[in-house]
Nanobody, 118 residues
Framework: QVQLVESGGGLVQPGESLRLSCTASVSRMLFSIYTMAWYRQVPGKQRELVAKVTSGGSTNYADSVKGRFTISRDNRKKTAYLQMSSLEPDDTAAYYC??????????WGQGTQVTVSS
């Protein structure tokens, strides 16, 4: 069973940066065909897409993070990243890594908390 292990969350002040990592327990070949994404969720609200990167490297972002967050992937390391800059209190959430081997399959990580507060 594929597992996604996230790391990099924490407590930061507004304006600071964090980088989240998500490593998959699959072969490099399999990882390379996954679409990878980051979602976030705050209590009482639905989980929302933050950013996505396809196997071909195409990316898309939520409007609220455009220009501040960057999603990337390193297929050799079987890892997806979310570089978050200029963090705001509204970015506070549990962040979840998601892998889509196909359009109908979805695998989730355990989540990592990001808190932005002064």
């Amino acid at each position: 069973q594929v597992q996604l292990v996230e790391s990099g969350g924490g407590l930061v002040q507004p304006g600071e940066s964090l980088r989240l990592s998500c490593t998959a327990s699959v072969s490099r070949m399999l990882f390379s065909i996954y679409t990878m994404a980051w979602y976030r969720q705050v209590p009482g609200k639905q989980r929302e897409l933050v950013a996505k990167v396809t196997s071909g490297g195409s990316t898309n972002y939520a409007d609220s993070v455009k220009g501040r967050f960057t999603i990337s992937r390193d297929n050799r390391k079987k890892t997806a990243y979310l570089q978050m800059s200029s963090l705001e209190p509204d970015d506070t959430a549990a962040y979840y890594c998601n892998a889509m081997p196909t359009s109908t399959q979805s695998i989730w990580g355990q989540g990592t908390q990001v808190t932005v507060s002064s």
